[in-house]
C-alpha cells in the first residue's frame, strides 16, 4: 500500500473523530506553545545580550588580568594574606578581597607578546563632580571611550578618535546642567573635577602646619587637591538600551584625557599607574585562531585572560538556567498528553476492530495496518504542534510592542524572536514522540486476527 493512501486514509479516521482528535492534539499544544514561546525568549535574550556584546566591546580583543577574581572566580572562602601591593575592594555583601593589578612593567610585557598589537586602558575616572557656569554640581563617572562602542547618539556625533577635550554626555544630565535641548548642549563647555586623595605624607603634613586643629582649613586644603578640566560636548547619548550594566550615565571622554584625570586622582597612593585588567588587541584578532594562540600565549605568561567570547558565555549562563527550567515544565505538559495518545488511539483501535478485520480480509498487511496507526499518532502530533506553535505566534507578536514598552528595551529589541526553523524542528519532534506513544496501539491492532475482528459489532 502507497504510503499516500495510507495518509489520506489515517486523516480520513482522524476526521471521522474530530472532537476527540483535536481535545488530544490540544492537549499537546499546551507544551507546545510553552516551548515555543520559551524558545523565542530565549532567543530574545541573547540577541539582547549579543547586542550588548557587540556595543561594548571589540571581539579583537582580550581581557588581561593579573589576578583571577577580576573574573569572578578563584576559591574566596580561605582568608588572603594582607599585600599593600594589592587593590581592596568591598562586595555588596560587605566582604573585602584583595585584588592583584597590573603595573607598567605588566603591560610592557603584555605589549612585547608577537601577537599583540595594541594595549588599551578602561579607564574609569569617578568624578569629584560635573558643572558648568552657573549650574548645580553632580556626581558622575568619566570613561576612556573604546573605538568599539557604538551608543546612539541623540544630537552631535563621535569624532574618530574621541579626544582633545571633547565628551559624550548621556542624555540624563542635559536639563540637570540647565541645557534646554540636546542640541543646545551641542559646542558648550562642562567642568570635569576630580579630587586628589590625601596621602599618609599629606595628613602629615597638615598635622604639623596645625590645619588639622580646623575643619575650614581642611576643607580648604581639599579644595586645593583638585583638577578642573574643561570638555567640549560634541555628542548627547540616548538613554542606553543594551549598555553593560551599572555603566548608563558613564560620560565617555578620550582615552588619554582619562588617563591624565586618573593619574592626578590617583598620584601619590597605591592606585597610580595600576589597573586590574586592560584590553589587548590581537593581530588579525577576527580569526579565532589567532586570538585562541594569543590568550594561550598570555595565559603561559601567569595572565589570567577572557576573551569576548568567555564573557558572553557568562552573561547567558542565567538565561540558560531559566531556558532549562521553563523548557522541562513544557517537556513534563507533552510527556502527559502522551498518555492522551495513547488512550486515543486504543479506543480508536477498539471501535474500528471490525474496519481492521475488513481491511484485512480485503489483503491489507499487517505492517501497513501498523503504519495506519502510526500515521494517525504523527497526525495528531502535527496538529497539536501547528496549533500550539501558531498561537504562541500570535499572542507572542501581539505582546511584543508592549513588552519591549514595559521593559525598556528600545526600539528594533525584542524579548520574543520567532525562528521558523526552531518551529518546524519542534514541530518535527512532537511528531515523532506521538508515534512512539502510538507504538502499542498501533501494534495492537495490527496483530488483530481478521476472523474474530469481523465478529466484532
Same mark, same amino acid.
Given at each position: ?369 501498523? &503504519? $495506519?496507526?502510526? #500515521?494517525? *499518532?504523527?497526525? =495528531?502530533?502535527? %496538529?497539536?504542534? @501547528? ?5 504562541? /505566534? +500570535? ?18 529589541? &525584542? $524579548?520574543?524572536? #520567532?525562528? *521558523?526553523?526552531? =518551529?518546524?524542528? %519542534?514541530?518535527? @519532534? ?5 508515534? /512512539? +506513544? ?20
Amino acid at each position: 500500500m502507497y504510503y499516500t493512501d495510507i495518509l489520506r486514509r489515517s486523516s480520513r479516521s482522524l476526521k471521522s473523530a474530530k472532537a476527540r482528535t483535536l481535545l488530544t492534539a490540544l492537549a499537546i499544544a499546551v507544551g507546545t506553545f510553552a516551548l515555543t514561546m520559551t524558545l523565542a525568549a530565549s532567543n530574545g535574550a541573547q540577541s539582547y545580550v549579543n547586542k550588548i556584546i557587540s556595543d561594548n566591546f571589540d571581539p579583537a580583543e582580550l581581557i588581561v588580568a593579573k589576578d583571577q577574581t577580576v573574573f569572578q572566580s578563584g576559591d574566596r572562602t580561605k582568608p588572603k594574606e594582607y599585600d599593600s601591593s594589592f587593590v581592596s575592594s568591598v562586595s555588596n555583601a560587605g566582604a573585602t578581597t584583595q585584588t592583584k593589578r597590573l603595573n607598567d612593567e605588566d603591560l610592557a610585557k603584555i605589549k612585547s607578546q608577537p601577537d599583540i598589537e595594541q594595549i588599551r586602558l578602561g579607564t574609569s575616572v569617578n568624578l569629584r563632580y560635573i558643572t558648568r557656569s552657573g549650574q548645580k554640581k553632580y556626581v558622575g563617572t568619566a570613561q576612556g571611550f573604546s573605538p568599539a562602542q557604538n551608543p546612539q547618539i541623540l544630537a552631535g556625533k563621535i569624532p574618530k578618535p574621541l579626544n582633545n577635550k571633547n565628551i559624550l554626555l548621556p542624555e540624563a544630565y542635559v536639563s540637570a546642567l540647565g541645557f534646554s535641548s540636546p542640541n543646545d548642549a551641542i559646542g558648550k563647555s562642562v567642568t570635569l573635577v576630580v579630587s586628589r586623595p590625601f596621602s599618609e605624607s599629606t595628613v602629615r603634613s597638615l598635622a604639623q602646619n596645625g590645619t588639622l586643629d580646623s575643619s575650614k582649613k581642611i576643607e580648604s586644603a581639599f579644595d586645593t587637591a583638585t583638577l578642573e578640566q574643561q570638555f567640549i560636548i560634541v555628542g548627547i547619548m540616548k538613554k542606553p538600551m543594551s549598555s553593560q550594566p551599572g555603566t548608563e550615565l558613564y560620560m565617555f571622554i578620550g582615552v588619554e584625557d582619562a588617563q591624565v584625570l586618573n593619574d592626578y586622582a590617583t598620584l601619590g597612593t597605591a592606585d597610580y599607574h595600576k589597573y586590574a585588567f586592560v584590553y589587548a588587541r590581537v593581530k588579525d584578532g577576527n580569526d579565532n585562531n589567532k586570538l585562541l594562540a594569543a590568550k594561550k600565549t598570555l595565559q603561559s605568561a601567569e595572565y589570567f585572560v577572557n576573551s569576548v567570547e568567555d564573557t558572553q558565555k557568562f552573561l547567558t549562563q542565567i538565561i540558560s538556567v531559566l531556558r532549562g527550567i521553563v523548557v522541562a515544565f513544557g517537556m513534563i505538559a507533552i510527556i502527559a498528553s502522551v498518555f492522551g495518545i495513547v488512550n486515543t488511539m486504543y479506543i480508536s483501535v477498539l471501535q474500528r476492530t471490525s474496519e481492521i478485520g475488513l481491511m484485512k480480509a480485503l489483503g491489507m498487511r499487517k505492517r501497513d495496518i501498523g &503504519k $495506519l496507526f502510526r #500515521f494517525e *499518532a504523527a497526525w =495528531i502530533g502535527f %496538529l497539536g504542534g @501547528i496549533i500550539g506553535s501558531l498561537s504562541a /505566534l +500570535a499572542v507572542g507578536t501581539a505582546l511584543n510592542p508592549w513588552i519591549t514598552e514595559k521593559l525598556d528595551l528600545g526600539v528594533g529589541n &525584542k $524579548l520574543l524572536i #520567532f525562528r *521558523a526553523l526552531q =518551529i518546524i524542528i %519542534l514541530i518535527i @519532534i512532537l511528531m515523532i514522540v506521538a508515534i /512512539l +506513544a502510538g507504538l502499542l496501539p498501533a501494534r495492537k491492532a495490527a496483530k488483530l486476527d481478521p476472523i474474530e475482528a469481523l465478529r466484532t459489532e
